[in-house]
């Protein structure tokens, strides 16, 4: 397209849109196009929706924690793993200069057996406690239910849990690992690869249901830390890697999740597998593209080699051709997006999955149409550059 | 109409290579979907595919293989008091902290234990290398167990809940959904390392039956004798269960089941756009077949013969391709992806299904070839 | 002598003055050749032609005689082989392919295949040329509109090509072609889809284009319509250019002829003949034509103006338009017995010795008739 049109200076105020007219001419073949480039987008966005939510359930609890600087075991390789550490670490972090709070927060996967409302049989839940006067997430719901946590055996349930374990349902009472409980309330976090639905509650719940003792569990799975305002993150940091032993892992926030994330790219192949899904969905894209530039371009053959002929250089019905592919790119794209958001929404709904368009996935899946229909039409371009002017008599 | 069908097909060599190109990428991407499908649920049924048993005794709590429940040895000691039974073996469960992994890391160890003396587990690897595991703390890990834990090598000493383990060697089974690593250990050995867990509660207990008696009934009778806290599946019933656990309980099933369907939408498109796309350019010869006294069916079946042409010439290559990508995908995610006679047939069904509804839309575009345009 | 110009006066408000003179084509030793090695096949034989501006020339022949091929290479859209073409002043073989489109924006095309965009209505269609031109942008819907209401397209501006009649659409393309007033126009059989009317509007437009931009005009066609309004029949056959007739003057001169009891009882096709030997040629006001005592070489046929005969210093005879003089030397072997003076510029139709003599050999009677207006003359 460095082909610059000669005599743009004088024309440009309106030249007639070749290559919008020729896309808008046919309706019934732009439905046609915007249908199949349409699938093509729809099948990438679908892909790279399932491996955002993917990761996103996996990320979001710990993107829903509050808290500048976190604590775990360097033996830890992934969240949802017990390495329990002395909550006495907890009283030396605070200690050190910057350190505005450090909070523990104990979790535990495989140990909590819920019993489900709507079916009575008991499912494993993933648990999570922490001491209601100093709250680590920054889920409101929790925030407002966490006083009401002070009473022992109260707990708050996932109303996105999975919906067998019941936890929609409008139940006050159940039991965990037999043990009768309370539920205060309800917040919304969804499940993820590991567990089907979360319960929060008081360290003192969490001892008493999970080792059928009185006080605070023996380990936490995670301290976590606030700044002083005014404290630089890093120089805190250092301070903590220092007051704390060497078998504490102390990392920010970002690093947290990107730890999380690693692990999770390394361990489940999401990556590939959804990655074979996209490429498939492009070169379909591509295939269904080339299929319609190209009879876009036969079709008005001898039309461009009259242009050529009455003196439009080449590089002008470049133009026009890649103009088209980016016009129908545009056409297949938009109502992809738009009916992504709705297929989002459906499989967000019944899979629970945290499936959410992001600017991320929106600029991917544009740039990726715009990448799959020029590329076709580069090589569609090929029987307009080689149209013989001279063949229009 | 199949002579003309093939006619256009093959005059226009470019624009059905791009058609065929096309259907190969469709039906390669439903392919893809399907095995990853079907490989979740044959992840989870890895273990069994390797045991032997007639009958599973499980806990009624019971989830999925990695996570079963457990019940009282005492359940699996009524059930060897039947006269249909022949043997009844258990199996135990547990999770334990592999503390010589690479680096710090303490990677979770999944532990299956069982009676060394027995064939339960069938791996020829393990066959072969049971005996070792009667050593005291001896093990065998599976040799798709992750690289965190450092190598997998007969000799090499690891600590296992702070328990010095010797590996004896690797054995072929594979780690499913039970973990990023799994051991064998002996009943011995396993009680050793979690003595508060014990042998009391069992996980699984594969009950082999005598010759001639009928699983089905065989397990009814049995429900009768290990009680309601436990239930008892036949091969066929926990194959069932198990897919029914991967496809409907996780996400995995409503994620590759959807990228299935948008791939068969995806694949009609595909030789839709492209069927019908030869049909509007063929449009006058159409309109003039009609002049000449054929009926819309004679040109509606030749527009299906041409779909069906290019769905089937599609379908080998997709095959081919498929089956080099199932290798590339299984070594990648270890996942069981595997091509299954009853897979290509359902893959070749979806084929001609797609073909079918293009050839159906595309049709609609042939009525509009009027015989009176010719002239 | 005078000047040897064979071009109709030129309107005195032609908007593209410069240069009027210069012709707007010309061809020299023109071959060209398709196919490479022994598959090799001359299509053109050296060619030559000129075209002044102003002119409307007709190219005729069989198909396969080279016709689209010569246009094509006139209008820059196959590369000169062998031999010289100028367009517009410009020698083809020296121009860069960049400058081959150049040239062909100011050269309008007619094809064969009107070649519409069917995505586009019959204005824009049109303006994808007008961007093309010199037009302001602002004034590009009014002279859009302007040419295709001269075509007889007013109503039907903004309709797509879908929606007109075949020779609509043609009109539409050869409004394409004018709207940028270019002073080469190329076309290809550009009423073959026409009916009467249109056709009317279509060569009305031609021939306001030669005159009001001294356009020159090259045809392929066998639409005698058009031929009719032609200045010059140029006939082609097997590659060669077998004959260029300045059409409007042979007809000329035929009538002047039929009129002249001399030629009386010749057919049209010797008439014709004659006609085509004959050459125009120009005289300022009071040159001499021909000197008395001097040999007797030509003969002439006013075409317009006057002259005195003269002589020994006598006026004996004033001529104009249809008149003839010089035949007598011609006739009688003498020297010239008068001179000839033109009064105002002289427009004269001018026939060699030989030429003359065979003709008058055509007719048996026509050596009487000859000697009786020789001596009634006298």
Redesign the interface.
């Known amino acids: 397209m460095a082909v610059a049109f000669p005599l743009a200076g004088r024309t440009r105020a309106h030249p007639v849109p070749l290559a919008w007219r020729t896309i808008t001419a046919n309706r019934w073949r732009l439905a046609r196009s915007s249908a199949g480039i349409g699938f093509a987008v729809l099948l990438m966005l679908a892909q790279l929706g399932f491996e955002n939510a993917f990761f996103n359930a996996s990320l979001q609890v710990l993107r829903a924690l509050d808290g500048d600087i976190f604590l775990q075991s360097v033996h830890k390789y992934q969240f949802a793993t017990q390495d329990p550490l002395p909550i006495s670490l907890l009283a030396t972090a605070k200690a050190v200069p910057g350190v505005a709070s450090a909070a523990p927060l104990y979790a535990d996967w495989y140990d909590l057996f819920w019993k489900s409302p709507r079916d009575g049989k008991s499912y494993l839940v993933r648990g999570f406690a922490f001491d209601p006067k100093t709250p680590v997430f920054t889920l409101p719901d929790v925030n407002a239910g966490s006083a009401q946590l002070q009473t022992p055996g109260a707990v708050l349930t996932d109303r996105r849990a999975r919906r067998f374990l019941g936890m929609d349902q409008d139940a006050r009472q159940s039991e965990i690992n037999g043990v009768k409980v309370e539920i205060v309330g309800q917040f919304a976090l969804g499940p993820d690869f590991v567990s089907d639905g979360t319960v929060m509650m008081s360290p003192a719940t969490f001892a008493s249901l999970m080792h059928g003792a009185a006080g605070n569990p023996p380990g936490i799975a995670l301290g976590v830390i606030k700044l002083a305002s005014g404290a630089d993150p890093n120089t805190v940091l250092k301070a903590l890697r220092k007051a704390l032993p060497t078998d504490i892992a102390v990392m920010t926030k970002d690093r947290l999740i990107a730890f999380e994330r690693a692990f999770q790219a390394d361990v489940s192949s999401a990556g590939p597998i959804f990655a074979i899904g996209t490429i498939v969905g492009f070169v379909v894209g591509m295939l269904i593209s080339y299929q319609i530039t190209f009879t876009e371009v036969s079709d008005q053959l001898p039309q461009y080699a009259t242009l050529k002929a009455i003196g439009y250089p080449t590089g002008y019905l470049m133009r026009v051709v890649l103009e088209q592919a980016a016009l129908n790119a545009a056409a297949g794209w938009i109502p992809a997006w738009l009916l992504s958001l709705g297929l989002y929404r459906l499989i967000g709904y019944i899979a629970l999955l945290p499936m959410r368009m992001s600017p991320g996935i929106t600029f991917i899946s544009l740039g990726l149409t715009l990448g799959m229909c020029l590329l076709s039409a580069v090589i569609a371009v090929g029987r307009v550059i080689r149209a013989d002017p001279a063949a229009v008599f | 109409m199949t002579a003309l069908a093939w006619r256009i097909l093959t005059d226009d060599k470019g624009?059905t290579g791009?058609a065929l190109?096309?259907i190969f990428?469709?039906i390669?991407?439903v392919f893809?979907?399907l095995g990853?499908f079907f490989a979740v649920p044959q992840g989870g049924m890895l273990l069994y595919d390797h045991m032997r048993f007639d009958l599973l005794l499980v806990s009624n709590?019971y989830?999925y293989q990695a996570?079963p429940g457990a019940f009282p040895a005492s359940r699996l000691a009524a059930a060897r008091s039947s006269p249909d039974v022949a043997q009844a073996t258990p199996l135990y469960f547990g999770?334990v902290?592999w503390?010589s992994?690479v680096g710090?890391?303490?990677?979770?160890l999944f532990v299956i234990s069982f009676d060394p003396g027995s064939d339960v587990l069938t791996p020829p690897s393990i066959i072969n290398q049971r005996a070792a595991l009667m050593r005291p703390d001896t093990i065998l890990v599976d040799s798709a167990t992750?690289p965190?834990f450092g190598p997998i090598e007969a000799g090499r000493v690891v600590d296992i809940d702070d328990r010095k383990q010797t590996i004896a060697g690797q054995y072929v089974l594979g780690t499913g959904f039970m973990g990023?690593g799994v051991a064998l250990f002996s009943e011995a050995n396993f009680a050793r390392l979690l003595p508060h867990r014990g042998l009391a509660m069992v996980n699984l207990g594969a009950i082999r039956l005598k010759p001639g008696v009928d699983p089905v009934r065989a397990a009814a009778d049995l429900q009768k004798l290990t009680g309601p806290d436990t239930q008892l599946f036949s091969r066929a019933a926990l194959a069932r269960r198990e897919t029914s656990y991967w496809t409907t309980?996780?996400?995995v099933g409503?994620?590759f089941g959807?990228?299935l369907l948008?791939?068969i939408?995806?694949g009609i498109?595909?030789v839709?756009?492209?069927v019908?796309?030869q049909v509007s350019?063929q449009l006058p010869q159409f309109a003039t077949l009609k002049a000449i006294g054929y009926g819309d069916s004679a040109l509606a079946g030749t527009v299906a013969v041409m779909s069906l042409l290019i769905a089937i010439a599609g379908f080998a290559p997709a095959l081919a391709a498929a089956a080099l990508?199932y290798d590339e995908?299984r070594e990648?995610?270890?996942?069981p992806v595997t091509l299954s006679v009853s897979h290509i047939a359902e893959v070749f069904a979806a084929a001609l299904v797609m073909a079918a509804i293009s050839a159906l839309l595309a049709v609609g575009g042939l009525r509009r070839a009027d015989p009176a345009d010719v002239f | 002598m005078g000047a040897m110009i064979a071009e109709p006066s030129a309107p005195a408000a032609a908007p593209v003055a410069a240069a009027t003179t210069e012709p707007v084509v010309t061809v020299d030793g023109l071959n060209h050749f398709y196919g490479e090695g022994a598959a090799r096949n001359q299509v053109l034989f050296d060619n030559r032609i000129e075209v002044p501006p102003g002119d409307l020339v007709v190219m005729t022949g069989p198909s396969g005689a080279g016709k689209t091929t010569l246009l094509t290479l006139i209008g820059a859209l196959r590369s000169v082989q062998q031999g010289r073409i100028e367009v517009l002043g410009r020698d083809l073989s020296r121009l860069s392919p960049h400058g081959l489109v150049e040239i062909r924006r100011e050269i309008g095309f007619v094809f064969q295949m009107h070649n519409l965009f069917d995505a586009l209505s019959a204005y824009e269609n049109v303006k994808m040329a007008m961007q093309l031109g010199h037009q302001r942008p602002d004034q590009m819907r009014r002279r859009g509109s302007e040419i295709l209401e001269r075509l007889g397209l007013g109503h039907r501006i903004d309709y797509k090509p879908r929606h007109l009649s075949g020779g609509e659409r043609q009109r539409v393309a050869i409004a394409r072609a004018l709207v940028n007033g270019p002073r080469l126009v190329l076309a290809d059989e550009p009423t073959a889809a026409l009916d009467r009317d249109s056709t009317r509007k279509v060569i009305d437009l031609f021939k306001a284009m030669t005159i009001e931009h001294d356009a020159a005009i090259i045809m392929v066609t066998h639409d005698y319509r058009i031929i009719e309004s032609a200045d010059r029949l140029v006939h082609m056959v097997d590659g060669r250019i077998v004959s260029d007739v300045v059409l409007h003057d042979a007809m000329r001169i035929c009538e002047f002829l039929r009129a002249i009891d001399l030629f009386r009882t010749l057919t049209p096709t010797q008439l014709t003949d004659v006609a085509e030997k004959m050459k125009k040629r120009q005289y300022a006001a009071g040159e001499t034509i021909i000197r008395e005592g001097e040999p007797g070489e030509e003969f002439f046929l006013i075409s317009d103006g006057e002259v005195d005969v003269v002589r020994a210093d006598h006026e004996v005879a004033r001529l104009g338009r249809g008149d003839f003089f010089g035949e007598v030397a011609l006739i009688s072997g003498e020297p010239r017995n008068a001179t000839v003076l033109a009064t105002e510029p002289l427009d004269a139709f001018v026939l060699g010795k030989t030429d003359f003599q065979s003709a008058i050999e055509t007719s048996a009677p026509f050596r009487d008739q000859l000697y009786r207006v020789y001596f009634s003359r006298h």
């Open positions: 624009r791009l190109a096309g990428m469709a390669l991407l893809i979907q990853l709590q989830e996570q999770v902290k503390k992994g710090d890391v303490w990677p979770d992750r965190m990023l309980r996780t996400s409503l994620i959807s990228g948008i791939s939408v995806v498109m595909v839709y756009q492209i019908s796309t350019r990508l995908i990648k995610t270890l996942l």
